[in-house]
Structures are given as structure tokens and as C-alpha cells.
């Protein structure tokens, strides 16, 4: 349904002197029609920028993306607008993706005024009131202003608004990491039950293994840019060092803090300055490969 092929995005320091950053590295990533692929990783390994490159939101520095067998990247105006409609997200923090000018029911509406093909009047009116039954708010707080709302509800609000189009795919950047464990629940099981109804692809992106493991039908773990393990059950059965190392911590199931950075081999596994299996051969950086249920991203992974 869509997919990224070698996906790569460097930034480039504005000042002399500082080193770019390789925030994406070559990433081959696919998602069906329908499925949930969760995408775990420490803060800062490039899921956020992995998911924006596949909206479009920014530029690929080289690969391509695809979407139901189009080239998006080769896309311009009007045509990548009307794709657009059907990739979609749902944000960390709601509340900086609200005007906080506007009322609830008029950002909800948003998508309908930006696509003005798609309803008008009376018609946006009830649209409105069938998006606000399914996300379960009220029309008194679709009333209000986002300062007047819970962080559940204002994310109640911003899903709303990210259904509002139908989209084939929804991408959900860690949006109950600023929850509560009680709302976290709420929401997860609202995302899963509207993907029910829509039939839409979740890309579920999170720090927290328990989660990952409770909502994907398959699961990839990004580290320095790369996905390094993905397929179905890695987290009960990893084969790559690094997803060996953050499935054996025992406390709350949530991701260890970043490794502690050292300098960087050119040309060798992003992991190789961490890895206890690392052998002459992790010197060179090496491909992704197909083995049994997943595709690893190692000389030297060892089955378990």
C-alpha cells in the first residue's frame, strides 16, 4: 500500500563547522492495507523523520516513496494534494497542532475547508456529528477552545480530525506518551476500533515495547537512522544485538536511554560500537536480510 525504497534525509548545518546529520539512512520500509506496523526506537533514532518522510512533510535528501503503485516523490500540486487526503496523523503533543483561536469543531472541520470538494454546508455540519460520536466527544466540547480540554481530549480531537478524509493511512507518532496510563488505554483502544471501521494501515511509532507488542502485526526497530530488525514476533524471539539488548530489560517494558555516543567507524554498522557479537566483518555496514519471518540487519545475528 505504501511503501519507502532506500529512503535517506541528511540535514546540513546552516554554520561552518558542524557535522551533518544522517537522520534517516537508507530505510526500506512497507506497510499493507489494513495492518499496524509499529516502529520502536530510542529518542532521537529518526522515527519521527522516518514518518514524515513518508507524508511528504519533508523532502527525501535520496529514494522514493509509494503509495497504491504511484511515485509520490514524483508528484507536483493538485496531484499530490489528493493523495495527501489519504495519508494522515496524529501527533505526539495536540496541543501544538491546534489553532488555539479556534474552536474544537471548527479544527475538526479543517480538513473539509482545505479539500472543498469533499463536503459543504449542512453536510460538513453532520459530518462533524458523526466524527464527534466516534472519537467520543460532545458537541459542548467540540464548543470550546483546546486551553478548555484534557490531553485526552484534545487527542480525541486531533484524531477525529485525522479521520475525517477516510485516510488509507494513519501515522501515529507516540500519541499517548503525554497520557496518563488511564486515557493511554482510551486511546489505544479507540485508534484500534476506528481502524476497524476505516480499514485503514496504522504506523504506530513508540518507545514503549509493551504497547508495540500489544497492537502490531508486525513490528521494526529503528537505531541510528536504520531499521535494523523487522518482522512478526522479534520482540519475544530478537535476533539483531541491539533488539537482544532492549527486549531483556525488565522494568516498565519502555526503552532504555539513548547509547551513549562515541565516534563512529565510517563505513561500519551503525551498532558497532555497542555490539558484544561485533567481528572484523561489522567494519563494513551491512545489508538487510530475509530470514525466515524477518529481515535483520546484521553479519552476525544469532537466532534464539
Not at 61 to 88: C, D, N, P, W
Not at 262 to 291: A, R
Request: with cysteine; hydrophobic share 35%.
Amino acid at each position: 500500500m505504501i511503501e519507502g525504497r532506500g529512503l535517506t534525509k541528511i540535514f546540513a548545518p546552516n554554520s561552518p563547522g558542524k557535522n551533518r546529520i544522517i537522520a534517516v539512512d537508507n530505510v526500506n520500509i512497507r506497510i499493507e492495507a489494513g495492518e499496524t506496523l509499529t516502529l520502536v526506537g530510542e529518542s532521537g533514532c529518526g522515527k519521527s523523520t522516518l514518518s514524515r518522510l513518508l507524508l511528504l512533510l519533508i523532502p527525501p535528501t535520496r529514494g522514493e516513496i509509494f503509495f497504491e503503485g504511484q511515485a509520490l516523490t514524483r508528484l507536483k500540486g493538485k496531484e499530490l494534494r489528493s493523495v495527501r487526503k489519504k495519508l494522515q496523523i496524529v501527533p505526539q503533543q495536540p496541543e501544538s497542532s491546534l489553532d488555539p483561536r479556534w474552536t474544537i469543531a471548527y479544527s475538526i472541520c479543517e480538513p473539509f475547508r482545505i479539500h472543498p470538494d469533499s463536503l459543504h454546508g449542512r453536510q460538513m455540519y453532520e459530518e462533524l456529528k458523526r466524527l464527534l460520536r466516534l472519537v467520543g466527544l460532545e458537541p459542548e466540547q467540540a464548543a470550546r477552545y483546546p486551553h478548555q480540554l484534557s490531553g485526552g481530549e484534545l487527542q480525541r480531537a486531533v484524531i477525529a480530525r485525522a479521520i475525517a478524509l477516510e485516510p488509507s493511512l494513519l501515522i501515529c507518532d507516540e500519541p499517548t506518551s503525554m497520557l496518563d496510563v488511564s486515557t493511554q488505554a482510551s486511546i489505544i483502544h479507540l485508534l484500534k476500533a476506528l481502524q476497524q471501521d476505516l480499514g485503514c494501515a496504522l504506523l504506530f511509532i513508540t518507545h514503549d515495547q509493551g504497547l508495540a507488542h500489544a497492537i502490531g502485526d508486525r513490528t521494526a526497530v529503528m537505531f541510528a537512522g536504520q531499521i535494523v530488525e523487522e518482522g512478526q514476533g522479534i520482540l519475544d524471539r530478537p535476533y539483531h544485538p541491539f533488539t537482544c539488548r532492549i527486549t531483556s530489560v525488565s522494568d516498565s517494558g519502555s526503552l532504555p536511554p539513548s547509547e551513549l555516543q562515541g565516534t563512529k567507524i565510517p563505513g561500519s554498522c551503525v551498532y558497532y560500537q555497542f555490539c558484544p557479537e561485533k567481528t572484523e566483518k561489522c567494519l563494513h555496514s551491512p545489508e538487510m536480510v530475509e530470514y525466515e519471518d524477518r529481515r535483520v540487519r546484521c553479519h552476525n545475528f544469532s537466532p534464539t
